[in-house]
């Protein structure tokens, strides 16, 4: 076997979760290693897949380098990726920063990185789907290298969901800035500094009033702070959502105050990475496709089901195609 293809198979095989780190150093400002994604891989463009908006505070993008705080372990990381080899061979480059980045703490932020980057999802069957597809190959071509991104915990997507109810995306963001500016945790190194999103032990103590302040409407806010007490009494376990099947886990997430339909699929795709599942009252989303197929008419949650069927099972890959699509035509993105 030749050394490309010994990377090849590499590639095809690579856990982040538990794959040693390649060329690890410890520096000044933390411990750096590097990961080899599944490629192809582009960072910016699953960076802006994560970030949707430009004044999203908790997922950032400068030039090159995306940047979040994480939580791990109850102690905030930072950590800074920049790619260093290109989308067929990708390699990234990562320093995390924290009061403590012992092995566990690296292995926690491997497997974080691995589900906001996506970095072990092998799209190739997607590809194939996509090319001979007139619609749809045009824009997988435009943007290949875009890895479905998650969010770090079950948790954290939910409040996302919520967060994002009846609301623009935009204004939906700035309520999430402003809950992690009072209720996330900085490094010790950057008291000051970016935040990690708030663990559910940071919202469980809160009254509705605390985050009414920052914007958020009273069923929100107790929808948030109802399922933040829930899981910190042991009461309900996001994660677990991850053994359940669509529909049942959907039926848990709705039994929920103040979850419908559309944040549970939303917390299907964005929290549990379900690739299949595409948010079928997405009002977005529903433009998307109706632009996508030159559809006059509106949509429905049964007319998208319809529509997205064809691409069975990675309508949810072909979402987040969409979502970058719109922002790139809207000139908020920073990608070539």
Not at 40 to 53: E, I, V
Not at 176 to 190: E, I, K
Request: glycine residues 8%; neutral net charge.
């Amino acid at each position: 076997m030749d050394d490309s293809e010994q990377r090849r198979a590499r590639l095809m095989t690579v856990n982040v979760t538990e794959s040693p780190a390649c060329g690890q150093v410890e520096t000044s400002t933390g411990r750096q290693l590097q990961i080899d994604p599944r490629g192809p891989f582009r960072l910016d463009l699953t960076a802006w897949a994560l970030r949707r908006r430009p004044h999203n505070a908790v997922d950032r993008w400068d030039t090159a380098t995306y940047e979040r705080v994480v939580s791990l372990d109850g102690g905030p990381v930072a950590l800074s990726v920049t790619q260093v080899a290109g989308p067929d061979a990708p390699r990234l480059s990562i320093v995390l920063a924290g009061e403590r980045i012992d092995q566990r703490a690296e292995a926690l932020a491997r497997r974080a990185l691995d589900r906001l980057l996506g970095l072990s999802v092998d799209l190739s069957p997607f590809a194939a789907m996509a090319a001979p597809d007139p619609l749809l190959g045009p824009l997988a071509a435009h943007l290949r290298g875009l890895k479905p991104p998650r969010f770090p915990t079950v948790f954290e997507a939910l409040v996302n969901g919520v967060a994002c109810q009846q609301l623009s995306l935009a204004v939906g963001i700035h309520l999430l800035n402003r809950l992690t500016a009072d209720r996330g945790r900085a490094t010790s190194a950057r008291p000051e500094g970016p935040r990690a999103f708030p663990d559910p032990e940071d919202l469980a103590y809160l009254e509705p009033d605390d985050l009414k302040r920052h914007g958020f409407s009273s069923t929100k806010a107790r929808t948030i702070i109802e399922t933040a007490q829930a899981i910190v009494a042991g009461d309900l376990d996001l994660e677990a959502l991850q053994g359940l099947e669509d529909g049942a886990a959907i039926e848990r997430l709705t039994s929920l105050r103040g979850v419908g339909r559309w944040t549970a699929e939303y917390v299907l795709l964005r929290g549990l990475g379900r690739l299949h599942v595409f948010p079928g009252d997405d009002v977005g989303a529903h433009n998307k496709l109706r632009q996508l197929f030159a559809i006059d008419t509106p949509l429905d949650h049964e007319a998208v089901g319809r529509l997205v069927a064809r691409w069975h099972p990675y309508a949810g890959v072909v979402y987040f195609h969409l979502l970058l699509d719109s922002l790139s035509r809207a000139g908020l993105t920073a990608h070539a």
